[in-house]
């Protein structure tokens, strides 16, 4: 079978695989470009191989960076089935919803093109069809399955079969270890060949610890001077896991409440979501739920849907801790909160998620001391903290591991979904420690598995 990268390929987002036989296609993912205007023009070019051709669509998770252009998928002729796991159904859709109400709101403010239309998302919505961790799916002479991740909730890789012919294991992306709710990444089986992302292939996270150090001391630290804590926040997974680890520690005794305004509607929906499916929780959540436990609720937590609401966060007196959106800080109701407060010294950004290229969010991770937020300069006095250890994904460690640890040892390696010096970096790493030759493909390279 070949296998051809179609995004994602030395960047981290676009996630885009097209898997061929003589007799099958297979998409796995179909994500967006994010970042820069120059990637955002990209999710505007041909998808580079025949749409009406392609026999059916996997997705490992609900990031727009790996589901994101599916709607554009229908504008240009697919008709055929959107296999995923039953949350990531729900999830995608909420996800793909907000993407295209952004959108809509950048074609009327700057008559910014609309990479494809509501009916569109609509129609890939009713595509979809949600299936359970390990069942095979057959496609022609493929079949696959998804496996979990621990990414983010509903998270999986995908192991894709030729019948009678060769194996590949495509890792969507990788969960860190110790992430609450989700249970542990599954074990890999035996491959031809894994493509596996490298998202942070060439860093080691912080320990678990100082993840709860960190985030302790910077809500001590915004009490103590009557500050402001922002955290900007994926929608999916992140919010979810700061408020269970903010919840522990108001309940351990260990942090006392402050105000705490989970500002991200999206947000608020995806954890209604979760809390529809405890059977994909880790152990601990689970023990928590039988107990009667809300974790993704604590004295001192308000949720603000509205506009209205979310504007009265700015009268409410200090300390606060706002949770919105977006994580990369270049769009959303995290705006409007950096504005008013980057250029106060009382105010701490606590980043807890990649930054890709081009983003406000890498700018400040960058150190730049005046950014420009819809239009306006603002200085930045904030303290700017990041932790890795709160990523969503794996780090060097847990990327080799993972391959190393399964049944039989992968055949060859391909690292994506990485910047290049990470990418590159995980690949030298593999090729080193286990001995298994790793590559880092280009975009739309074609790799012939046997
Ligand atoms: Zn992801």
Known sequence: MNVTVHGAAREVTGSCYRVETAKTRLLVDCGMFQGSAYNDAKNFREFGFDTKDVDAVAITHT???????????????????????????????????DAEKIMEEEF??????????????ERACELMRGVDYSRWVTVGD?????????????????????????????????GNIDVPILRPTAQIGSSDAVF??????????????????????????????????IVPAFAVERTQDLLYFMNHLVEEGSMHPVNTYLDSPMAIRVAEVMKHYPEYYDRDALRLVSVGDDFFDFPGLRTTMTKEESKSINEAP???????????????????????????????VLIIGYQAEGT?????????????????????RASIISIGAFSAHGDQRKLVNWIKHGKAPAKRVYCTHGEEHAAVALATRI??????????????ETVAVE
């Open 108 to 121: 009327e403010r700057e008559y910014r093109p609309k990479l494809y239309e509501r009916t569109h998302m």
């Open 196 to 229: 596996i992302e490298s998202t942070y292939g060439d860093r080691i996270h912080e320990d678990e610890r100082t993840r709860m150090n960190t985030l302790r001391q910077a809500v001590l630290t915004t009490v103590k001077n009557g500050g402001v804590l």
């Open 431 to 444: 090729n080193e420690e286990l001995g298994i030759p790793a590559d880092v493909p280009r975009f739309e």
């Open 142 to 174: 493929l079949r696959f399955r998804f496996r979990d991740a621990g990414h983010v909730f509903g998270s999986a890789f995908v192991e894709v079969e030729q019948r009678g012919g060769a194996r590949v294991v495509f890792s969507g992306d990788i």
């Open 63 to 97: 990031h727009l960076d790996h589901v994101g252009r599916l709607p554009k998928l229908v504008k240009e002729g697919f008709r055929k089935t959107i296999y995923l796991t039953k949350p990531t159904k729900e999830l995608a859709r909420i996800v793909l919803a």
């Open 360 to 380: 406000l969010g890498r700018k400040l991770y960058n150190g730049e001391k005046r950014v420009r937020i819809l239009g306006e300069s603002v200085d930045v």
């Open 318 to 348: 200090k300390p606060k801790i706002i949770i919105a959106g977006a994580g990369m800080m270049n769009g959303g109701r995290i705006q409007h909160h950096l504005i008013r407060y980057l250029s106060d010294r009382k105010t701490t």
